[in-house]
């Protein structure tokens, strides 16, 4: 060990009198890693986020769905219970997901090709996938 080190080894620490002595909490702060790429992590995200592709459905299963949607309105205004599947389209990427809702049928739309129910949400027809329902059941084309 050279002289002039192990003779500055044993000063005293110097303290300033103008500025206060920063906390080991900032201390730490200054030599931490930081996000060069901000938004970086957010967008790998949403890029590994998985999407579902909308299933085109044939004549006959669109036919079913309205054949199903034409016995509840026929029984409207009885409260008519149904679970609906419908493609939900996502809003930042391509594709999106299947969702099921049960509910009371309000209304059917045809105006806005929509199926209303009384808690509010609307499905579009075009959107829905299969209807289900006790509405249904015994009835042999319906299964």
Do not use: C, W
């Not at 103008?18 to 957010?42: C, E, N």
């Not at 199926?115 to 299964?143: C, K, M, P, Q």
Request: charged share 25%; no cysteine; net charge negative.
């Amino acid at each position: 060990m050279s002289t002039l080190y192990y003779d500055m080894l044993h000063l005293p620490h110097h303290v300033s009198e103008k500025h206060p002595a920063m906390s080991v909490h900032d201390r730490a702060a200054q030599f931490s890693p930081f996000a060069a790429l901000t938004g970086y992590d957010a967008a790998v995200q949403e890029t590994a986020r998985l999407t579902d592709r909308r299933i085109e459905l044939d004549e006959g299963e669109k036919a079913a769905i309205d054949q199903r949607l034409t016995l509840v309105q026929e029984r409207l205004p009885e409260p008519t219970e149904v679970t609906i599947t419908y493609f939900v389209p996502d809003k930042k990427k391509a594709g999106g997901a299947y969702v099921s809702v049960t509910g009371t049928v309000k209304k059917i739309d045809d105006y806005e090709r929509a199926v209303v129910l009384y808690d509010g949400t609307s499905v579009r027809i075009d959107d829905i996938l299969h209807v289900d329902g006790e509405a249904f059941i015994g009835i042999e084309s319906f299964n």
